[in-house]
Every structure is written in structure tokens, then in C-alpha cells.
């Protein structure tokens, strides 16, 4: 069974920084591609960033120069780095394993102004 787990969220300044982490489980990780995701209320669920198996990464136009999206095979683990937060970052934040319909719990990043 394929787990995903995030965490990290947190209430911070805008201008502030914050590192999601996402832990899998139950798959291979390293030949997956995976993803961050958000939702803010009354929004629809939005790309933030991905990164490929091969390494390759894609942002959203909204998080380019803040946020970096990175792995570490050995823990199975995906990162979001997202520096320079604004109040309209505020949102739960989910991983994905891309292609598939498996998520995560969420973790609320919550910036103040």
C-alpha cells in the first residue's frame, strides 16, 4: 500500500521560509516522478512544482525563484524549500506520485502579512 506523508506547514511570516517534506512508502521510490501541490480555500488543487525520476524539475509561475523542489532517494523522501513566502502561499500543501491518484494528508502553510 502506497503511503504518502507530509509535513513541515506551519504559521509564518511573509518573507519567511519553510521546508515541506513528503516520506513515502510502499513504492519504488527513486523511479518515481513526484509532486507538490496546493489548495487554497474555495480554490482548485494547483501545481506548485515537480521533479521527474531523471531529475528534471517544473515549477508553477507563482513559486519560480522561491521554492525548490528536491529528493533524497535513500530516505524516499521529496522536499519543497520555499523561501520569500507571500500571504497568497497560504494553503494546504500535498505530494503526489505523478500519473497516479495517490496523495497525501496535506500540511497547512499558513503566512501572515
Known amino acids: 500500500q502506497v503511503q504518502l506523508v507530509e509535513s513541515g506547514g506551519g504559521l509564518v511570516q511573509a518573507g519567511g521560509s519553510l521546508r515541506l517534506s513528503c516520506a513515502a512508502s510502499?513504492?519504488?521510490?527513486?523511479?518515481?516522478?513526484m509532486g507538490w501541490y496546493r489548495q487554497a480555500p474555495g480554490k482548485q488543487r494547483e501545481l506548485v512544482a515537480l521533479l521527474t525520476r531523471g531529475g528534471i524539475t517544473n515549477y508553477a509561475d507563482s513559486g519560480k525563484g522561491r521554492f525548490t523542489i528536491s529528493r533524497d532517494n535513500a530516505k524516499n523522501t521529496v522536499y519543497l524549500q520555499m523561501n520569500s513566502l507571500k500571504p497568497e502561499d497560504t494553503a494546504v500543501y500535498y505530494c503526489?506520485?505523478?500519473?497516479?491518484?495517490?496523495w497525501g494528508q496535506g500540511t497547512q502553510v499558513t503566512v501572515s502579512s
Open positions: 503526489n506520485v505523478i500519473g497516479t491518484s495517490v
Open positions: 510502499g513504492i519504488i521510490f527513486s523511479i518515481k516522478s
